[in-house]
C-alpha cells in the first residue's frame, strides 16, 4: 500500500506520479485548446511534438530517479494527451483528491487505476460535481492551503477558469485544522502574459521560507499583499510577465534543498544558486508550450 503524505511543497519527495506524452493525439484545433498558450502555438504552427516532450520527460524521470524517488506513471490513453498529472488529482496529508476539471479531461484520472489500487479507498476523496478545482490551484504550506480561485460572474466564459470558491468550502471541512486562503486569479482566454492558469503559475513557496511570484498574476492586490507579508519581501523572487508566461513559477522542488528547473531560466537559475539552493535544470521547454511546466506534470504521493 501507498501511505500517502504531502504537507508542503518542499519535503523531501519520496514518490511521485509523472504524467506521460506517450501517444499525446494530433495537434488541436484552435477550439479544442484549453489554454492560451497552447492556441498560440497552434495557430503559429510551433505547437510541440510527441518525440520532443517524450524526451524532456524522460529526461526529468532520470532526475527523480537519481535521488531515489519512486516514479509513477499513468496508463496510456490512445490519442490522449496526459502530461499534466497535477490537474487531475492532488494529496493533503494523507488523503488523495480527485479534481472535477474539464470534461473532456475526466478520462484522464481513469489512467491512474493502478496507482489508486494501492491507496487505502477511503483515503480517495471525490468532491461534489459543484466544486470545481485542479491541482495546479491548490498549494500546501505546512498549516495553510492557498487555493487559486476566480469568482467572476463570467466565470463561465473563462475556459482559463478552473477552481471555484464551493472547491475552497469543501476544502476546509475536509481539513478543518488548515487555513484555507482563497487567492483570486486574473484571467485571459488568449493572451498567455494576462493569464494565471492555476495559482502555481504565479506563486510557489520554495524551501528556507522563500517563494517565486508574479504579482500581476492576482486579481486583488491584497491577496498579492497578504502572501508579501506571510513571507516577507525579501525572501521573493518576482517574475516578469514574459517569464510568468513561460513559467518560471512552476519549477519543482525535490526537497527544501535541490529545485528542479528550466534549463532557460537563466535570471531565477541564477538567483536560486545564489540563494545556496541546488538546481537541476533540464529541458522542458516544449512541455511548457501547453501552459505548464515541472510542477503541473508531477503529482507527489508522499514527501517526509
Same mark, same amino acid.
Given at each position: 500500500?501507498?501511505?500517502?503524505?504531502?504537507?508542503? =511543497?518542499?519535503?523531501? &519527495?519520496?514518490?511521485?506520479?509523472?504524467?506521460?506524452?506517450?501517444?499525446?493525439? @494530433?495537434?488541436?484545433? @484552435?477550439?479544442?485548446?484549453?489554454?492560451?498558450?497552447?492556441?498560440?502555438?497552434?495557430?503559429?504552427?510551433?505547437?510541440?511534438?510527441?518525440?520532443?516532450?517524450?524526451?524532456?520527460?524522460?529526461?526529468?524521470?532520470?532526475?527523480?530517479?537519481?535521488?531515489?524517488?519512486?516514479?509513477?506513471?499513468?496508463?496510456?490513453?490512445?490519442?490522449?494527451?496526459?502530461?499534466?498529472?497535477?490537474?487531475?488529482?492532488?494529496?493533503? =496529508?494523507?488523503?488523495?483528491?480527485?479534481?472535477?476539471?474539464?470534461?473532456?479531461?475526466?478520462?484522464?484520472?481513469?489512467? #491512474?487505476?493502478?496507482?489508486?489500487?494501492?491507496?487505502?479507498?477511503?483515503?480517495?476523496?471525490?468532491?461534489?460535481?459543484?466544486?470545481?478545482?485542479?491541482?495546479?490551484?491548490?498549494?500546501?504550506?505546512?498549516?495553510?492551503?492557498?487555493?487559486?480561485?476566480?469568482?467572476?460572474?463570467?466565470?463561465?466564459?473563462?475556459?482559463?477558469?478552473?477552481?471555484?470558491?464551493?472547491?475552497?468550502?469543501?476544502?476546509?471541512? #475536509?481539513?478543518?485544522?488548515?487555513?484555507?486562503?482563497?487567492? =483570486?486569479?486574473?484571467?485571459?482566454?488568449?493572451?498567455?502574459? +494576462?493569464?494565471?492558469?492555476?495559482?502555481?503559475?504565479?506563486?510557489? @513557496?520554495?524551501?528556507?521560507?522563500?517563494?517565486?511570484?508574479?504579482?500581476?498574476?492576482?486579481?486583488? +492586490?491584497?491577496?498579492?499583499?497578504?502572501?508579501?507579508?506571510?513571507?516577507?519581501?525579501?525572501?521573493?523572487?518576482?517574475?516578469?510577465?514574459?517569464?510568468?508566461?513561460?513559467?518560471?513559477?512552476?519549477?519543482?522542488?525535490?526537497?527544501?534543498?535541490?529545485?528542479?528547473? =528550466?534549463?532557460?531560466?537563466?535570471?531565477?537559475?541564477?538567483? &536560486?544558486?545564489?540563494?545556496?539552493?541546488?538546481?537541476?535544470?533540464?529541458?522542458?521547454? +516544449?512541455?511548457?508550450?501547453?501552459?505548464?511546466?515541472?510542477?503541473?506534470?508531477? #503529482?507527489?504521493?508522499?514527501?517526509?
Amino acid at each position: 500500500m501507498l501511505n500517502l503524505n504531502v504537507l508542503n =511543497e518542499t519535503s523531501s &519527495l519520496k514518490a511521485v506520479v509523472l504524467g506521460t506524452t506517450e501517444s499525446n493525439g @494530433p495537434t488541436p484545433t @484552435p477550439k479544442d485548446c484549453y489554454d492560451p498558450s497552447s492556441l498560440n502555438h497552434v495557430l503559429q504552427g510551433t505547437y510541440p511534438l510527441e518525440k520532443d516532450m517524450m524526451s524532456e520527460m524522460d529526461a526529468l524521470e532520470n532526475i527523480f530517479k537519481s535521488y531515489g524517488v519512486e516514479v509513477y506513471r499513468p496508463s496510456v490513453i490512445k490519442n490522449c494527451n496526459q502530461i499534466f498529472a497535477r490537474d487531475i488529482a492532488f494529496v493533503i =496529508e494523507n488523503k488523495l483528491i480527485k479534481s472535477n476539471i474539464l470534461p473532456d479531461r475526466a478520462q484522464e484520472f481513469t489512467a #491512474l487505476a493502478t496507482i489508486l489500487n494501492q491507496i487505502q479507498s477511503d483515503h480517495i476523496i471525490e468532491l461534489p460535481e459543484e466544486c470545481h478545482v485542479e491541482g495546479g490551484d491548490v498549494i500546501l504550506y505546512n498549516d495553510y492551503i492557498f487555493v487559486g480561485v476566480y469568482t467572476g460572474d463570467d466565470y463561465p466564459d473563462f475556459i482559463t477558469a478552473r477552481t471555484n470558491m464551493k472547491a475552497v468550502e469543501a476544502l476546509q471541512n #475536509l481539513f478543518p485544522k488548515k487555513t484555507v486562503k482563497p487567492l =483570486e486569479l486574473k484571467k485571459s482566454n488568449t493572451n498567455p502574459q +494576462e493569464n494565471a492558469l492555476h495559482l502555481d503559475c504565479c506563486f510557489q @513557496p520554495i524551501g528556507r521560507g522563500k517563494a517565486l511570484i508574479h504579482k500581476e498574476g492576482f486579481l486583488k +492586490e491584497s491577496d498579492y499583499m497578504f502572501l508579501e507579508n506571510f513571507f516577507g519581501k525579501a525572501h521573493l523572487f518576482f517574475t516578469t510577465k514574459e517569464e510568468m508566461a513561460a513559467m518560471n513559477c512552476n519549477v519543482f522542488s525535490i526537497s527544501n534543498d535541490v529545485i528542479i528547473s =528550466e534549463q532557460n531560466f537563466t535570471r531565477l537559475n541564477t538567483w &536560486l544558486e545564489a540563494q545556496s539552493f541546488k538546481v537541476e535544470k533540464v529541458k522542458y521547454s +516544449e512541455v511548457s508550450k501547453q501552459g505548464g511546466l515541472l510542477r503541473c506534470s508531477t #503529482l507527489p504521493l508522499i514527501r517526509s
